[in-house]
């Protein structure tokens, strides 16, 4: 922002020179960037940041922030208003804000008689020495009042305003109105503006109309000191692209307490500099009323975050400086216009600054280094991600949303999706449900370059997904997915993924999952993702932790994937409950096992966990492992069945087994599974 060295001086007599006073203000407030000479003045650039553009943006500001450095008082002449005796402003204008939430509060004034004109010689300089164009007296009164103390202004033709109503709305979807610079605007609902009782007069907060243009034969003005809230004015310039130094104010958030204040500095000195009569009364419409914050102080913490001891009598000298009031049990009054300031650390912050960074002595932080909790959710997070990266999978990382065309090309159920109200575009409409989508999609896009190799596509993803349960549910879900267009034995893919589950829990201290595949519908996922006869709960105990199983072909035609995909889906939660750090090893036995295979018929039906739990049940601890080999249907096996075939591994922790010892076991274990009549060992 450009400031003028001789208009600051109108706040405070006595300055250093320009370039001390810009050095003092880089030290302590903003950065200056620049010091000009222009004519009989300096010009000072300054880089107001974000936080204190709601109070420095203008010249009072800066004078406020010189003042606190330079132990001085502020020179502020206020404004002596002479109101007519006979004419009441109700008589002649009325008011109504119908949108509250954007329009925090709106004054209007009133002068009649006025006189347009150049402006003062005085007032043109000021404004032309920061760059401001002089347009007549009354608008350049209106223009000086926002560049000095903060707040922006309009003003409007009285004759012109219909109805002699002032309205604050949207804009109706087609409305137009043309601005002071001629360019004509197509509005919508997402527009602000002031209108009278039938066309728009003005963007609220950025830009007047011509249509209550101030000419050289306006006669009578309508004020206007008002607070607009920051997204009503970014609505509207984002709408029409047009910026403007009121704009700008706004966008950052102004004190809605400012705009009494100003509105009589504008009157007072409009009717001193064009004439007229200020009609009495102020329109004051403020809904919810902005009430100054108070915050405690505490010594001891200006000492532990500075290192540097603060006496009371200079932390009070410091904040009153700055416009704070401060009491005795050092409890703070915020002045509203500081908005930056909500909590004790912006207080102490304020401290810091005023005493100078630089006079602070640097010191190693004081403190105890206490051994900080452990999170289970991390830990086990990065224990599930280092086990699937070592199995040869690539995490993936995808939006938490999915478009309405996804949903529809995979005959999704939409209803039970969360929308967001304003997506980025449509392909980001919904919350996922469930994280298969995205890795279906991850496979399609990366199908030409890896789907041929003989590992074909290993990917997985930890993520949160959301869906409707009476409220919005949020869950963190773990799924992988393995993917090729290699041929593969009947289940293979299957069973390998079945292993890697295996492999997981395992190392997570979850050893007694087991698989049920019958009738297995998943708990977690859509069911018309998985190939019906073909997927299998994961389960500890009764409680489902997870779903395995293939994609279906018409779920992979959809998204035009050539290939075979087997997927897993698992509830992180219920694995975090069962996880456990430490895991028990047990040593090996020192003698030696003996093994024998074992092939079965079963019916088509029948799930191998029924006939594994047999083996392991009648074998007891001699039976060491039990593993599944094949599976096969077909030619030579009866109608209706299926052969499974196992290596079954005998061994003692206490003897070598000898054959007969090994023999008699098994005969057992066959017995026991021919007890099934639907079961035949093969002989």
């Not at 920061?130 to 347009?135: A, L, T, V």
């Not at 009598?313 to 216009?337: C, R």
């Not at 105890?368 to 909790?373: A, D, P």
Request: proline residues 4%.
């Amino acid at each position: 922002m450009k400031i003028s060295y001789n208009w600051l001086k109108s706040h405070l007599k006595t300055l250093p020179q320009p370039q001390k006073l810009a050095d003092l203000l880089t030290l302590h407030s903003f950065e200056v960037k620049s010091v000009d000479k222009r004519l009989n003045d300096y010009l000072l650039d300054i880089d107001v940041l974000p936080n204190r553009a709601h109070d420095c943006l203008c010249h009072l500001g800066v004078a406020k922030e010189c003042a606190a450095l330079l132990k001085k008082k502020i020179h502020k002449v206020e404004p002596k208003i002479a109101e007519s005796k006979s004419k009441k402003i109700n008589e002649f204008l009325s008011l109504e804000v119908k949108d509250k939430e954007k329009c925090l509060r709106y004054n209007a004034r009133m002068i009649s008689g006025i006189k347009i004109g150049p402006s003062p010689k005085w007032l043109a300089e000021r404004l032309e020495s920061i760059g401001q164009k002089s347009i007549n007296n009354v608008v350049d009164a209106t223009n000086y009042v926002m560049f000095d103390l903060g707040q922006p202004l309009h003003c409007f033709d009285y004759e012109k305003i219909e109805g002699k109503k002032i309205i604050v709305r949207k804009a109706r979807s087609g409305e137009e109105i043309i601005t002071l610079d001629g360019e004509k605007l197509k509005l919508d609902d997402s527009v602000l503006v002031i209108t009278d009782a039938y066309a728009p007069l003005a963007l609220a907060g950025v830009k007047g109309g011509k249509k209550a243009e101030i000419t050289a034969k306006t006669k009578t003005v309508v004020l206007e000191s008002a607070n607009f809230s920051i997204s009503a004015v970014r609505s509207t310039i984002r709408k029409t692209g047009i910026k403007t130094e009121a704009s700008m104010r706004f966008e950052h958030g102004l004190d809605p307490n400012l705009t009494i204040e100003a509105i009589d500095v504008v009157a007072e000195l409009i009717k001193r500099i064009a004439g007229g009569e200020i009609i009495d009364g102020i329109i004051d419409i403020y809904p919810q009323k902005v009430f100054a914050k108070k915050i405690k102080l505490n010594p001891q913490k200006i000492f532990g975050m500075l290192g540097k001891e603060v006496s009371i009598s200079k932390i009070k000298e410091i904040l009153t400086s700055l416009g704070f009031e401060i009491d005795n049990a050092l409890k703070v009054t915020v002045p509203t216009i500081r908005q930056d300031i909500e909590i004790e650390e912006d207080l102490i912050e304020e401290i810091a600054r005023m005493i100078g960074y630089g006079n602070i002595p640097p010191q190693h932080p004081l403190g105890f280094l206490g051994i900080s909790k452990s999170d289970d959710s991390l830990i086990i997070t990065n224990k599930i991600k280092s086990i699937l990266e070592s199995l040869g999978f690539n995490e993936v990382y995808n939006f938490s949303f999915v478009g309405e065309g996804d949903i529809q090309k995979l005959n999704l159920n939409i209803q039970g999706y969360l929308e967001l109200e304003n997506p980025l575009s449509a392909d980001l409409k919904y919350l996922r449900r469930d994280l298969i989508v995205n890795l279906l999609k991850n496979v399609k896009d990366n199908a030409k370059n890896f789907l041929h190799l003989p590992e074909g596509i290993r990917i997985f993803e930890l993520g949160n997904i959301y869906y409707k349960n009476g409220e919005a549910k949020e869950e963190k879900m773990l799924a992988a997915m393995m993917a090729t267009r290699k041929e593969e034995i009947k289940g293979e893919r299957f069973y390998e993924l079945k292993g890697v589950v295996d492999v997981l829990l395992n190392k997570l201290g979850i050893t007694d999952q087991w698989y049920d595949d019958y009738g297995a519908t998943p708990d977690d996922t859509d069911v018309v993702f998985w190939q019906e006869g073909h997927t299998a709960e994961i389960k500890v105990g009764d409680e489902e932790i997870g779903f395995l199983g293939y994609i279906n072909p018409r779920i992979l035609n959809a998204l035009n994937i050539k290939g075979t995909v087997v997927a897993l889906n698992l509830n992180f939660k219920k694995i975090l409950k069962l996880a456990t750090e430490e895991l028990i090893y047990q040593p090996p036995s020192p003698y030696p096992a003996a093994i024998r295979d074992l092939a079965i018929f079963v019916d088509l039906k029948d799930r191998v966990a029924d006939v594994l739990n047999v083996i392991e049940i009648t074998g007891g601890d001699l039976v060491q492992d039990v593993d599944l080999f094949d599976i096969y249907e077909g030619e030579g096996i009866p109608d209706g069945k299926k052969s499974l075939a196992f290596h079954i591994v005998y061994q003692s922790y206490e003897k070598t087994l000898t054959d007969e010892e090994v023999d008699k076991i098994h005969r057992k274990i066959i017995r026991e599974l021919e007890k099934n009549n639907n079961w035949q060992v093969r002989r």
